[in-house]
């Protein structure tokens, strides 16, 4: 990523000349033939992008063909990675978001920065005529997230977020089940993030890597000093970033259970409650929080920990086989109060039971993983240019829920009112100051897309 000057960002993201030069691009990109491989570059090579990758390595339709990073010492061990689990030759190596877009040969990107990054990254993708398969959360804020839409939708781009459960088969069966019925009337959900963990310290600050961009890292968050920690992950814990592990994990469970309920309309109120309770440590995201949120006909809560080491995300082999977790220490479970049975939910392939009021098994099915299927609908919505399961216009409300529980939470824990129309709250203005990022720089998201 370059460092563009104001007016250049605006006349590429927006302009007159910009638009017809990337529509133009746009239209020159074409629909992939059946049978044409699909030539894919990863932005942001750490951890959870490699992990993108190595899913993507093991199908024969797709092609890692370039890896950008800002970390030097980052994309040449990714490259070597990659290299060394794909033939032919080897992916283009990228420092810069610009390279990726201006390459012709690049049909899609998949988006692994820092959160802070990945609605600036995926809309000039969008922008470029590229595909654009985004984890989660799609979005620093409401604001950014309707801007990405009308980017998809205007440049007829595919943009999935990776919210893999929508992709599930065993969450689409318990959709179902729900639907038929059988639960009877439901006014009650209850989302659990509910996770172990320690204190966050800064420490030492250390010093910049050589050849590393701090100022491009930052992007459209503001200026700060370079901290190793930060760079390595503590980002989370800052709003100038994520949101934290609301945004991190918890999002997952809250569109999954927005899926199962139907994907109704936003929440007509918000309250907040939690804080830092179990550490008083350099964090500024809470680690202990509830949320509830009030629709037309139920009410769901969330309830995050970051403290409670008795309870467990799902394990590998409850996810890769016929098996259910313990569900009262599953840190990441969802749970259906209907007024003839009850239903509990496991993300990322914990399968679901419902239960009678006898206490016993009226239903169940086993999961897997839903992340090979995700891949798949994002790869054949390439060639057929339907939208994807976890399409960005269908996750920004869920996003939008997960936003304004953050948003209550820093506004003191208040309870707050909201007004789905408008997307703004009616009792409290300061809060609506957080319906976007304040600042402004040269790679903030554009007022026109």
Not at 399 to 417: F, P
Request: glycine share 10%; net charge neutral.
């Amino acid at each position: 990523m370059k460092n563009f000057t104001r007016r250049q960002f605006i006349s590429y993201a927006g302009g007159i000349s910009g638009i017809a030069s990337i529509a133009s691009r746009s239209k020159a990109q074409g629909v992939l033939g059946s049978n044409e491989r699909v030539n894919i570059a990863l932005i942001g090579c750490g951890g959870r992008g490699m992990g993108l990758v190595a899913g993507f390595l093991q199908r024969d339709d797709v092609r890692i063909a370039g890896l950008c990073d800002i970390h030097p010492d980052r994309l040449g061990s990714a490259a070597r990675g990659v290299t060394s689990q794909q033939s032919g030759p080897a992916p283009k190596r990228f420092t810069g978001i610009d390279q990726v877009l201006e390459d012709r040969d690049i049909h899609a990107v998949v988006i692994a920065t820092p959160d802070h990054w990945h609605t600036p990254a995926a809309l000039r993708a969008c922008q470029a005529g590229k595909d654009v398969y985004v984890e989660k959360p799609f979005c620093h804020n409401i604001w950014e997230g309707r801007r990405l839409i009308e980017a998809a939708r205007k440049y007829d781009r595919i943009v999935q977020i990776g919210t893999q459960n929508r992709s599930g088969a065993y969450n689409l069966e318990a959709k179902a089940y729900i639907e038929s019925g059988a639960l009877g009337n439901i006014h009650l959900v209850k989302v659990y993030n509910c996770k172990g963990g320690g204190p966050f310290r800064l420490g030492d600050p250390g010093r910049k890597p050589d050849g590393f961009d701090w100022h491009e890292w930052l992007g459209p968050a503001p200026s700060r000093p370079y901290h190793q920690r930060i760079f390595g992950g503590g980002w989370h814990q800052f709003w100038d970033f994520s949101g934290g592990d609301l945004a991190d994990d918890g999002i997952h469970q809250l569109d999954l259970a927005l899926m199962l309920m139907g994907d109704p309309e936003l929440p007509r109120t918000v309250a907040a409650g939690g804080g830092k309770f179990a550490f008083k440590d350099d964090r500024e995201t809470p680690d202990v929080e509830i949320l509830q949120y009030e629709y037309p006909e139920f009410i769901l809560t969330l309830e995050l920990t970051q403290y409670a080491n008795a309870m467990s995300k799902i394990p590998d082999a409850v996810r890769a086989g016929d098996l259910f977790p313990n569900w009262l220490q599953c840190a990441t479970r969802i749970e259906f109060y209907g007024s003839k049975e009850i239903l509990i939910l496991g993300r990322h392939g914990g399968g679901w039971q419902a239960f009678n009021s006898a206490g016993k098994v009226s239903s169940e099915r086993f999961g897997r993983h839903p992340d090979p299927e995700h891949k798949r609908n994002f790869v054949e919505c390439l060639r057929n240019r339907k939208r994807p399961n976890s399409d960005v216009e269908l996750c920004q409300r869920s996003h939008t829920v997960m936003h304004i529980g953050n948003i209550a939470h820093r506004m003191g824990n208040e309870k707050l009112i909201f007004d789905s129309v408008a997307e703004r709250f009616t009792n409290n203005e300061e809060a609506n100051r957080l319906l976007r990022r304040p600042n402004q720089n040269d790679y903030s998201v554009p007022e026109i897309v």
